[in-house]
Structures are given as C-alpha cells and as structure tokens.
Nanobody, 124 residues
C-alpha cells in the first residue's frame, strides 16, 4: 500500500522560513513525479509546486515563485518544500502528492496518491 506522510508543519512568523517533508513508502519513489498542494480554510485546494521524476524540472505557482523551493532525495524516498519569506496568506494545510510518470504537473487529478496533510500557520 502506498503511503505519503508529511511532516514539518507548525507555527511560524511572517517573514520566516520552514521546511516540509514528505516520505513515500510502498512504491518506487524514483518513478514518481511529486507535487505539493495547499488548502486554506474556505478555499479550494490549490497547486503550490511540482518536481519531475528526475528532479531536473520544477514548476511553481505564481504566488510562491521565488519564495518556495521543491526538491527531492530519491535515496531517502523524500520530497521537500522549503518555504522562505512566509506570508500570512500562506497559512493552509499542505499536502504532498505522487503521480506515476516523469512529468511535473499542477493538475490535482493527475496525482494518484495523497498524504494526509500538515498544517502551516503563518502569524503576522
């Protein structure tokens, strides 16, 4: 059974940095493109960042471009989301997702597996 487990959520002050991790078990991590999404209260889930299977290609939402960095360590079956210059509007539950194939994509329906989510709260 495929499992994605996020960690690293918490409370951080505006302007600060935080890193989320997502460990994947039950499938070959290196064969999966990975994505991060988030959902704020009362809003729909939105795309944040994605990384290709090889790690060569990355893709970001305009709202986080230049502040967030997605990466992966295939030896550790782990994807990361480094978040810098955090803003209160970044407050949300953050989800990681995995999809079969090599391409990084922002389309939620293209992802086969999802984690349970981790809360990030940015205080002003």
């Amino acid at each position: 059974q495929v499992q994605l487990v996020e960690s690293g959520g918490g409370l951080v002050q505006a302007g600060g940095s935080h890193r989320l991790s997502c460990v994947v078990s039950g499938r070959t991590f290196s064969s999966s493109a990975m994505g991060w999404f988030r959902q704020a209260p009362g809003k729909e889930r939105e795309f944040v960042a994605a990384i290709s299977r090889s790690g060569v290609s990355t893709y970001y939402a305009d709202s986080v471009k230049g502040r967030f960095t997605i990466s992966r360590d295939n030896a550790k079956n782990t994807a990361y989301l480094q978040m810098n210059s955090l803003k209160p509007e970044d407050t949300a539950v953050y989800y990681c997702a995995a999809r079969s194939g090599s391409i990084a994509t922002s389309v939620p329906n293209s992802y086969n597996y999802w984690g349970q989510g981790t809360q990030v709260t940015v205080s002003s």
